[in-house]
């Protein structure tokens, strides 16, 4: 396809679509299929084919539009009517009502859990009115598999302006000028990365996609690889014309095979259009791109460690310099980024530098997509601009703690980022103020924290995680994380020391400082973030044998208050241990000697009563005596 | 091939380009201590204490003196409270695998490292990769390599290849600090070729 041929194409995709008609888009997400978008769509399919609907009535399944907690999604244009949690047995109304009738269906529809005001359309929805879906935003509206539907959005007129109206050079310049830095966590200017690579004396270079997403909670890369593989393709295009590369390699992760599918899609069918391969639309230019597949080591989403798997060779990071930039995938200069980080590339290159720095704060410009989880009433996807305050995205974009709960803290930027507490809600979110926090962004996950999170345990889970995926290689990291996961255990079980203090400082200097690469250097922070904010915690933990949020197995105790208690047997029969004593009208007793602390009865204990207490730190208070455990209450009511 | 120039310690320093800034300090004699370095094998940054303090841009930075290349007007601190303190914390980490390895001991001393600050573990490998280097790049051999990552690597010996070579061969034997790396030996020759030649260097 020659450049005339595609904006011919284009023109004809776009005339023949009426805006104004009636078209049915489901939410196909990760998130949503597993909350059974799949049938809803085949619910939709079956009743559109059954009244011979599809002639006026568009439909469209696409990739994750963010707002998770609530799929399946479906949303009926051009109203923008959004639907939530919406199941087959909806599908039916759905018709019947909306679309023929035009009929809002109010059961369907957001309800926002303090006003209990309802939303009709999407962008009525806080959590997604206060965003801005720059990158994101062309999920909703694409089927991920339709070369039709990304053209009709604008598609690859950001590669035909690349191409055909700008050098090498100037590509390159406008994304320095942008000043787009690295989304994949290190924040490193890529336009500088980019420079590097073009200017690297080498016949051979590369440039690669890093979807090797691996921080827990974190899914936006996957999303945007699952919602929209042609912009990546598109932005990886643009960036090997700036570099002179004439491959591409996409490494993915084994975990990701809604990803990879529609990713091989995309390819195929721009490699049979002309879009990939030699000659691309004509321009002259050559590039094809490969996929390769990860097998799920964590340390493979660090640069050096990917290419070095991507190569064959077991995933072990090497020192830098010299940078993959310089010397990377068989030792040509390469050009890595993230997913989102070439996400962005058509935008910057389509609207211009300008426009794209004119969002975000001083040192950090554009949006960056952060996935929303954790003790969060809307848990999912949200893209923000740079510098928007924390509270904002915990509070209005989020929706809050649920359950009543208070906020404690977030977590930010991935295993090896920190934890923010409630004081510092107000910092905008960037690269050098989440850094300043003790944090960082990392790839953009941002887990929330309520009262009942016990920071020392964070620390320690985030500590094991990274102690399992250390590759192992170097000392600090290796024996460091190992040690400190040891101490950070201990203290969870009340066996920890003052003096525990000082080594934990000292293993966290010793990796942050001599640690081969980021995964280690950074290793420390959960541990860091957490003394840093929340010392008070730890020192409660050691001195008293005291868990404040009451989390830690170890350091907590269960008892039954006598008032409290109906005799009900619930507790009694659940409890795995057997450690209750009791019968019929008689009080129960839990034999703190049996106790595993497991906390069942804590659970089930009916809430009208609520006879179970959970402390820590204190005494259990004696049990009272046996001939005192007769239920005289319930005989008193009666 | 130009001179590279550059302080180290307070002299000044010349070397060849492309040398490493620890092989340019111990070409002048100065010391700086290593496990995983070895002369005739690539650099492999593991172990990390041989890190130095590097002043770039009026900051001062810690780097691996093994894999970082000697460039014109560095200035180079090889010892300083906070390269001494996490020497020795790296030292403690080590010991805690092997305590009574002549070269930790020695180490030990220098730095002040307490060989019972963390619980001992099972283990007396340090992980220098020496024997699994040496084994791949001067013999080709491969006989012995890495197996699993992180807290759960360790070096093993391929039966097949280790049956066959290492019998006459055993040059790796000497190189490794703990003498671990002789007894995972005996156990693969126990286990999977004990009628081999019974004979021991």
């Given at each position: 396809m020659t450049r005339e041929e595609?904006?011919?194409?284009?023109?004809?995709?776009?005339?023949?679509?009426?805006?104004?008609?009636?078209?049915?888009?489901?939410?196909?997400?990760?998130?949503?299929?597993?909350?059974?978008?799949?049938?809803?769509?085949?619910?939709?399919?079956?009743?559109?084919?059954?009244?011979?609907?599809?002639?006026?009535?568009?439909?469209?399944?696409?990739?994750?539009?963010?707002?998770?907690?609530k799929g399946p999604i479906v949303i009926i244009d051009p109203e923008e009517i959004c639907y939530l949690q919406v199941t087959p047995d909806d599908i039916p109304e759905i018709i019947e009502k909306t679309i023929k009738e035009k009929e809002v269906i109010e059961r369907l529809l957001y309800v926002d859990q303090n006003t209990g005001e309802k939303a009709v359309h999407e962008s009525d929805i806080p959590f997604y009115r206060h965003q801005e879906r720059?990158?994101?935003?062309?999920?909703?509206?694409?089927?991920?598999?339709?070369?039709?539907?990304?053209?009709?959005?604008?598609?690859?007129?950001?590669?035909?302006?690349?191409?055909?109206?700008?050098?090498?050079?100037?590509?390159?310049?406008?994304?320095?000028?942008?000043?787009?830095?690295?989304?994949?966590?290190?924040?490193?200017?890529?336009?500088?990365?980019?420079?590097?690579?073009?200017?690297?004396?080498?016949?051979?270079?590369?440039?690669?996609?890093?979807?090797?997403?691996?921080?827990?909670?974190?899914?936006?890369?996957?999303?945007?690889?699952?919602?929209?593989?042609?912009?990546?393709?598109?932005?990886?295009?643009?960036?090997?014309y700036a570099i002179g590369a004439h491959e591409g390699y996409v490494y993915i992760r084994q975990e990701y095979p809604l990803a990879l599918e529609n990713l091989t899609s995309a390819i195929e069918d721009a490699e049979n259009r002309g879009l990939l391969g030699t000659d691309i639309l004509g321009s002259g230019f050559n590039f094809q791109v490969r996929v390769h597949r990860g097998a799920g080591a964590f340390v493979c989403g660090e640069e050096t460690a990917l290419l070095i798997s991507l190569e064959g060779e077991v995933g072990e990071p090497r020192p830098r310099p010299p940078y993959p930039a310089e010397k990377g995938l068989w030792g040509k200069p390469t050009n890595i980024n993230n997913v989102e980080t070439w996400a962005n590339i058509p935008l910057i290159i389509h609207r211009g530098s300008a426009a794209f720095a004119s969002i975000g704060t001083e040192g950090s410009k554009g949006t960056k997509i952060f996935s929303l989880v954790g003790k969060i009433a809307n848990t999912g996807l949200v893209e923000v601009p740079m510098g928007i305050s924390l509270r904002d995205v915990v509070y209005k974009i989020g929706?809050?703690?649920?359950?009543?709960?208070?906020?404690?803290?977030?977590?930010?930027?991935?295993?090896?980022?920190?934890?923010?507490?409630?004081?510092?809600?107000?910092?905008?979110?960037?690269?050098?103020?989440?850094?300043?926090?003790?944090?960082?962004?990392?790839?953009?996950?941002?887990?929330?924290?309520?009262?009942?999170?016990?920071?020392?345990?964070?620390?320690?889970?985030?500590?094991?995680?990274?102690?399992?995926?250390?590759?192992?290689?170097?000392?600090?990291?290796?024996?460091?994380?190992?040690?400190?996961?040891?101490?950070?255990?201990?203290?969870?079980?009340?066996?920890?020391?003052?003096?525990?203090?000082?080594?934990?400082?000292?293993?966290?200097?010793?990796?942050?400082?001599?640690?081969?690469c980021a995964l280690g250097k950074t290793a420390p922070n959960p541990f860091?973030?957490?003394?840093?904010?929340?010392?008070?915690?730890?020192?409660?933990?050691?001195?008293?044998?005291?868990?404040?949020?009451?989390?830690?197995?170890?350091?907590?105790?269960?008892?039954?208050?006598?008032?409290?208690?109906?005799?009900?047997?619930?507790?009694?029969?659940?409890?795995?241990?057997?450690?209750?004593?009791?019968?019929?009208?008689?009080?129960?007793?839990?034999?703190?000697?049996?106790?595993?602390?497991?906390?069942?009865?804590?659970?089930?204990?009916?809430?009208?009563?609520?006879?179970?207490?959970?402390?820590?730190?204190?005494?259990?208070?004696?049990?009272?005596?046996?001939?005192?455990?007769?239920?005289?209450?319930?005989?008193?009511?009666? | 091939m130009s001179e590279i120039r550059m302080q180290i310690d307070g002299n000044e320093v010349r070397a060849k380009e492309g040398r490493t800034v620890l092989e340019a300090a111990r070409g002048v004699g100065i010391s700086i201590p290593t496990l995983c370095h070895h002369d005739e094998l690539q650099p492999y940054g593991g172990c990390r204490l041989c890190i130095v303090e590097v002043e770039i841009h009026g900051g001062k930075t810690i780097v691996a003196s093994c894999v970082h290349q000697a460039e014109d007007d560095l200035v180079i601190s090889t010892r300083s409270d906070k390269i001494d303190r996490i020497r020795r914390s790296i030292l403690e980490l080590l010991l805690a695998h092997a305590p009574d390895s002549p070269t930790l001991q020695e180490l030990a001393q220098e730095y002040g490292a307490d060989k019972n600050k963390f619980e001992q573990e099972a283990s007396f490998c340090v992980h220098c990769g020496l024997c699994v280097r040496y084994c791949a790049e001067i013999k080709e051999k491969h006989a012995v390599g890495f197996i699993d990552r992180g807290i759960r690597k360790e070096i093993s010996f391929l039966p097949e290849i280790a049956a066959a070579e290492c019998n006459d061969c055993k040059e790796c034997f000497p190189l490794c600090p703990t003498s671990y790396l002789q007894a995972a030996f005996v156990l693969v020759e126990s286990l999977a070729f004990p009628r081999g030649k019974a004979t021991r260097a």
């Open positions: 595609l904006e011919k194409l284009r023109q004809r995709i776009v005339s023949e679509r009426d805006p104004d008609a009636p078209c049915i888009t489901v939410c196909a997400g990760t998130g949503c299929l597993a909350s059974g978008a799949r049938k809803v769509i085949a619910a939709f399919d079956q009743k559109i084919d059954a009244q011979g609907l599809e002639v006026d009535l568009g439909f469209r399944s696409t990739g994750c539009h963010g707002f998770c907690e720059m990158v994101f935003g062309a999920n909703r509206r694409i089927d991920p598999k339709s070369f039709e539907d990304y053209l009709a959005i604008g598609g690859y007129e950001a590669l035909v302006k690349a191409l055909f109206e700008m050098t090498p050079e100037q590509v390159v310049s406008e994304v320095k000028n942008a000043n787009l830095r690295g989304r994949g966590g290190g924040g490193f200017p890529a336009g500088v990365k980019w420079e590097i690579a073009r200017n690297a004396p080498s016949e051979t270079k590369y440039v690669v996609v890093n979807c090797d997403e691996g921080d827990p909670g974190a899914y936006m890369d996957r999303s945007l690889m699952e919602g929209n593989p042609y912009g990546v393709l598109e932005g990886l295009t643009i960036g090997a929706g809050g703690i649920p359950g009543g709960k208070k906020f404690k803290a977030v977590q930010t930027g991935g295993p090896s980022g920190g934890c923010i507490p409630e004081e510092r809600l107000d910092l905008e979110v960037d690269f050098d103020e989440l850094t300043k926090a003790g944090s960082m962004m990392g790839s953009g996950g941002m887990i929330v924290m309520d009262e009942e999170t016990c920071m020392v345990d964070v620390a320690r889970y985030f500590i094991d995680f990274l102690t399992d995926e250390s590759c192992g290689k170097c000392v600090p990291c290796r024996e460091g994380l190992r040690q400190m996961h040891r101490i950070l255990s201990k203290i969870t079980e009340g066996r920890g020391e003052e003096s525990d203090f000082e080594i934990l400082e000292e293993l966290a200097e010793t990796a942050r400082e001599a640690s081969l860091l973030s957490t003394f840093r904010y929340f010392r008070e915690e730890y020192e409660a933990h050691i001195r008293e044998k005291k868990c404040p949020a009451l989390s830690c197995r170890k350091l907590v105790s269960y008892y039954i208050e006598p008032e409290k208690c109906k005799a009900c047997l619930i507790c009694l029969k659940e409890c795995p241990a057997g450690a209750i004593d009791g019968a019929k009208k008689t009080i129960h007793i839990i034999d703190q000697e049996k106790c595993d602390a497991c906390g069942i009865c804590f659970e089930v204990c009916p809430s009208r009563f609520e006879a179970v207490m959970k402390i820590s730190g204190e005494p259990v208070p004696p049990p009272i005596p046996e001939d005192q455990r007769v239920v005289i209450r319930k005989i008193k009511q009666q | -």
